[in-house]
Nanobody, 121 residues
């Protein structure tokens, strides 16, 4: 199973980026999907999750109101706005074990390779 994430890069504080992650429809069409991130010398943390049909979403408090997760069948997006230096991290997309929008890593079964987001001050 392959998840292909893209869209990372260098952006100034206050700027925006859009991450995308594509997987095979067979892998994800009935499953929730999500984004996690791991900053320098930090543990991996949950960012956002979406259920199988895109109708329900959940966010970490640190990104609520700034990030938006959405999906189009087998592709999940993370629109990031008002970026802050503390958002600097490698962002990982993942496919959940079930149809819900899970918030813990153990509830995800497939992971992408990560895409680096760097926010300069």
């Amino acid at each position: 199973v392959q998840l292909q994430a893209s869209g990372g890069g260098l952006v100034q504080a206050g700027g925006s980026l859009r991450l995308s992650c594509t997987t095979s429809r067979r892998t994800s069409s009935n499953n929730g999907m999500g984004w996690f991130r791991q900053g320098p010398e930090k543990e991996r943390e949950f960012v956002a999750g979406v259920n199988w049909n895109g109708g329900n979403t959940v966010y970490a408090d640190s990104v609520k109101g700034r990030f938006t997760i959405s999906r189009d069948r087998a592709t999940v997006y993370l629109q990031m706005a008002d970026l802050k230096p503390e958002d600097t991290a490698v962002y990982y997309c993942a496919v959940a074990r079930g149809a819900w929008m899970a918030t813990t890593a153990r509830d995800y079964q497939y992971w992408g390779q990560g895409t680096l987001v760097t926010v300069s001050s």
